[in-house]
């Protein structure tokens, strides 16, 4: 394999690991904040990725998407949250379901300062000291975007829904529940189908372009 694409992918694969150990740690201790501190106990609001990682999600989706050309998302073990006990329930569930997507999208804002600063710079060949800063920047970018928009899918288990199911009336928890039911099989079908790819990939085509431009 070519060196500079297994460089891409060894870096989209460590940033994936901080990003999502970031978003998992954005879960905790929103839950913290809002009463509950069953993710502060079991150690979970950390960076250590070992402390996240779930070995499909982080690992081996992450890296067929990589092998395949694609852009780089995937997930972690979710932050154990219990919220029965804390005021205000599903407002502190609003929070704790928004905090993952949005810790990422401040990510992507972060890294994508960085790589326009280094844009402003001359880079004379990908043998430069400059070189692989921007590519960890570029990438942190795309990987973050990716993370944060896959996961505001309305579709549980993903945060999207946590979102949606604290907003929405009580005359729709049938609903609700049956999604909660079927939400894997549902997730499953829309990334075999490609409906995931579908809704992902025009927005890592902005991002692309924009890195690229």
Not at 23 to 38: F, I, L, P, Q, W
């Amino acid at each position: 394999m070519d060196p500079q694409k297994t460089l891409e992918i060894v870096i989209q694969i460590v940033v994936l690991l901080f990003a999502v150990s970031f978003h998992e740690s954005a879960h905790g201790y929103v839950a913290m904040k809002c009463g509950d501190n069953t993710a502060r106990d079991l150690g979970r609001i950390t960076m250590n990725p070992l402390k996240h990682l779930d070995p499909i999600g982080s690992l081996l989706f992450p890296a067929m998407l990589a092998f395949s050309g694609l852009p780089v998302f995937g997930w972690a073990r979710p932050v154990p949250v219990s919220l029965r006990g804390v005021p205000n329930p599903r407002r502190a569930n609003l929070l704790v379901s928004a905090a993952g997507p949005l810790s990422n999208l401040l990510l992507a804002l972060c890294f994508g300062a960085g790589f326009a600063l280094l844009k402003g710079v001359e880079i004379p060949s990908k043998a430069s000291p400059l070189y692989p800063l921007s590519l960890i920047f570029g990438l942190s970018v795309l990987v973050n975007v990716s993370l944060a928009i896959f996961n505001l899918l309305p579709v549980p288990p993903l945060d999207g829904f946590g979102v949606v199911e604290s907003l929405v009336p009580a005359s729709a928890f049938p609903a609700v529940i049956f999604l909660r039911r079927y939400g894997f099989v549902i997730l499953v079908v829309l990334m075999f189908t490609g409906v995931l790819g579908f809704i992902m990939r025009p927005v890592q085509g902005v991002v692309i372009g924009w890195l690229r431009s």
